[in-house]
């Protein structure tokens, strides 16, 4: 698919990874619409990138909201032919605290939001998709899920985010051979350490010291790489029912 083409639905796109797609999309000739809670943020890049942008408060776990949403999108873009799915949340809790066990409201939220939420967007995207007219590869459409190196080197006080980065690994391959037939290609990134709002907190000490721990390069990885890498997922229709691991040849230790 080429990028100018792309009519993009990006989930979280209001900041960090998803903003950094949304940019993307646009600079390279096509269009998106964010899909995100924050409507300072959404709105905000929306009157900064124009025309090409839209932006709809979405809760990607309501089956309600994303289905209005999409057909919004998909009205607003004449087609949705590209899913980008980075809204997610992360939360650190022990199973066996010093003071109590693991909260299962805590652990429930995080799989909601991070799996069943992507899981949501992509069963209704994916409807929408199955209608596009095929490009010349036979294309319809492409979905590109977020997952995390904490779904392979999940560390202590991970469980919950890890079960749902997992989850979203585990689907990859069987939603890809399912959707073959129809020319919708289904991937996963799995990003490393990088500098997203949820890092803007610590000290910028602090932000150094979980970059040396990167072999290379030995810094934060930036959103731009990883939207880089979603263009060329875009891109290339080799890629299908696989998970990438972005994340400079880390593997984290138990803690």
């Given at each position: 698919?080429?990028?100018?083409?792309?009519?993009?639905?990006?989930?979280?796109?209001?900041?960090?990874?998803?903003?950094?797609?949304?940019?993307?999309?646009?600079?390279?000739?096509?269009?998106?619409?964010?899909?995100?809670?924050?409507?300072?943020?959404?709105?905000?890049?929306?009157?900064?990138?124009?025309?090409?942008?839209?932006?709809?408060?979405?809760?990607?776990?309501?089956?309600?909201?994303?289905?209005?949403?999409?057909?919004?999108?998909?009205?607003?873009?004449?087609?949705?032919?590209?899913?980008?799915?980075?809204?997610?949340?992360?939360?650190?809790?022990?199973?066996?605290?010093?003071?109590?066990?693991?909260?299962?409201?805590?652990?429930?939220?995080?799989?909601?939001?991070?799996?069943?939420?992507?899981?949501?967007?992509?069963?209704?995207?994916?409807?929408?998709?199955?209608?596009?007219?095929?490009?010349?590869?036979?294309?319809?459409?492409?979905?590109?899920?977020?997952?995390?190196?904490?779904?392979?080197?999940?560390?202590?006080?991970?469980?919950?985010?890890?079960?749902?980065?997992?989850?979203?690994?585990?689907?990859?391959?069987?939603?890809?051979?399912?959707?073959?037939?129809?020319?919708?290609?289904?991937?996963?990134?799995?990003?490393?350490?990088?500098?997203?709002?949820?890092?803007?907190?610590?000290?910028?000490?602090?932000?150094?010291?979980?970059?040396?721990?990167v072999p290379f390069p030995s810094r934060l990885?930036?959103?731009?790489?990883?939207?880089?890498?979603?263009?060329?997922?875009?891109?290339?229709?080799?890629?299908?029912?696989?998970?990438?691991?972005?994340?400079?040849?880390?593997?984290?230790?138990?803690?």
């Open positions: 698919m080429h990028m100018n083409t792309c009519r993009g639905v990006v989930t979280g796109g209001a900041s960090g990874l998803g903003e950094a797609t949304v940019r993307a999309i646009v600079q390279n000739g096509g269009k998106a619409v964010i899909f995100d809670q924050s409507e300072e943020k959404g709105v905000r890049l929306q009157n900064e990138l124009g025309e090409a942008v839209l932006f709809i408060k979405t809760d990607v776990t309501n089956e309600e909201e994303v289905t209005e949403a999409v057909h919004q999108a998909s009205e607003f873009m004449g087609s949705v032919n590209t899913v980008i799915n980075c809204a997610g949340i992360g939360i650190a809790e022990k199973v066996i605290g010093r003071n109590n066990v693991h909260n299962l409201d805590l652990f429930s939220k995080v799989i909601q939001v991070n799996l069943i939420g992507s899981f949501n967007v992509i069963r209704i995207a994916a409807e929408k998709m199955i209608s596009n007219e095929a490009n010349e590869q036979g294309e319809r459409g492409v979905i590109i899920n977020t997952a995390s190196i904490a779904a392979f080197d999940g560390q202590i006080g991970q469980a919950a985010y890890s079960a749902s980065k997992g989850g979203i690994v585990g689907m990859t391959l069987p939603i890809a051979r399912e959707l073959a037939r129809y020319g919708i290609r289904v991937m996963t990134i799995a990003p490393g350490l990088f500098h997203t709002p949820m890092f803007d907190t610590l000290p910028q000490e602090a932000k150094d010291s979980l970059g040396k721990m990885g930036s959103p731009n790489e990883y939207a880089q890498l979603a263009q060329s997922i875009i891109e290339n229709a080799m890629l299908n029912g696989e998970t990438i691991r972005l994340d400079g040849a880390i593997r984290m230790q138990p803690r």
